[in-house]
């Protein structure tokens, strides 16, 4: 049996095809060239059990036919991952909507036309931003939870890069809820989604540290180079690491539990304060170049809308990983990369 993960060279789904690999599953994953397959099969020594699969842009009309129809019999399970993940978008329709959205309906539709009796778990990486509204994330007051959908439309969320990628997950989730309802009569497979705040931890490996990082990793990576006069007003958000995105990604097709479910992932929240506080402590060494701690952290005291994933860790069983643990992985692998550690 086989596992098919689309967007394989991604910061998550690295880790989730290592975590499947070590537990025996056979991984076919789907990159955008030959080139980048081939480095990502080298970093994993050339695992017999991984294959990839060249699918240039998730976009296209039946982009993944020719993958379905290659390993039709093998495919049971598929963890679409792929989506792009950015806010340096001009053109929002082109560059984030429209991929995220015929992406999603482009995988489901292969698997109706090749895998309907034979795929049974599909897990969509979907995100905390198709459940939060982001016009009441001031409001401490204000709880959100895994049935929550953001009220972003079409039109509101093309105003901004960071609104058109929420805009993207809500509907690219949406897609999917609505395409397993409208087919289920066909249809074997179960589904459940995936939906990460913003993600922290390592790159898996080490030579993925260059000088930029993936778009959330790189605000740890940003605020590490910042220097201590850094405005960091507008650095919060809810987190999760990496380690634990991966592990919900496999267990979200393992338990059954979470058929039908949308997994919040947030292990809490956190400022701009809290990442120069861990920063300070655990690398005294570089006192001077970090960001000042000027004032309160929100890790502690949650001053935000708050979201409610207390379903979702009941599902999982998953104990998140701190923002200390997370952050400090993450800012030491830099480090330890550029030889200042
Ligand atoms: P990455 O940018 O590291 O990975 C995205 C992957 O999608 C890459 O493999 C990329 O290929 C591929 N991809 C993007 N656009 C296309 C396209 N048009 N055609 C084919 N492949 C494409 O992002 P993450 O690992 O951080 O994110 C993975 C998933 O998790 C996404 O769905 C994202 O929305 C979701 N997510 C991420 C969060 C985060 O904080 N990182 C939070 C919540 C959800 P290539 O690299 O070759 O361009």
């Known amino acids: 049996m086989s596992v098919l993960v689309t967007g394989c060279t991604g910061f998550i789904a690295q880790y989730i095809v290592r975590d499947l690999l070590d537990q025996n599953y056979r991984v076919i994953g789907t990159v955008r060239s030959a080139s980048k397959g081939k480095n990502l099969k080298t970093l994993f020594n050339n695992n017999p059990f991984f294959v990839t699969e060249v699918v240039e842009d998730i976009a296209v009309p039946n982009a993944f036919d020719r993958v379905f129809q290659k390993y039709r019999d093998e495919i049971r399970v598929v963890l679409h ?8 978008a001009e053109d929002y329709e082109k560059e984030l909507l429209i991929p995220a959205i015929h992406g999603t309906r482009s995988v489901l539709e292969s698997i109706k036309k090749f895998g309907a009796q034979t795929v049974e778990r599909v897990v969509i990486t979907s995100s905390i931003a198709a459940m939060k509204d982001p016009f009441k994330y001031d409001d401490e007051n204000f709880v959100y939870n895994e049935d929550s959908w953001s009220p972003l439309t079409w039109e509101t969320c093309q105003l901004n890069p960071q609104d058109a990628y929420r805009g993207s997950k809500k509907f690219a989730e949406q897609v999917a809820w609505d395409f397993l309802k409208e087919n289920k009569d066909v249809l074997k ?7 990460p ?4 931890g390592p790159q898996l490996f080490d030579q993925s540290v260059t000088s930029v990082l993936n778009t959330s990793a790189e605000v740890i990576n940003s605020l590490l180079h910042s220097g201590p006069d850094n405005d960091l007003s507008k650095v919060r958000n809810d987190f999760v690491d990496v380690r634990d995105v991966s592990k919900a990604h496999l267990l979200a097709f393992q338990k059954s539990e979470c058929i039908g479910q949308r997994l919040g ?3 809490g929240q956190f400022n701009g304060q809290d990442i120069a506080q861990i920063l300070n402590k655990r690398f005294p060494k570089l006192e001077g170049t970090l960001p000042k701690v000027t004032g309160e952290g929100a890790y502690k005291n949650n001053p ?3 979201f409610d994933n207390s379903k979702t860790k009941k599902i999982l069983g998953i104990e998140f990983k701190t923002l200390e643990e997370t952050v400090y992985d993450t800012a030491a692998q830099i480090l330890k990369v550029e030889g200042k550690l």
Do not use: D, E, Q, R
């Not at 991952?81 to 340096?88: I, L, M």
């Open 265 to 267: 992932l947030s292990s």
């Open 189 to 195: 497979y179960k589904m459940a989604t995936v939906n």
């Open 81 to 88: 991952t792929a989506s792009p993940v950015h806010f340096n």
């Open 304 to 306: 935000y809308a708050k």
């Open 197 to 200: 705040s913003m993600i922290f």
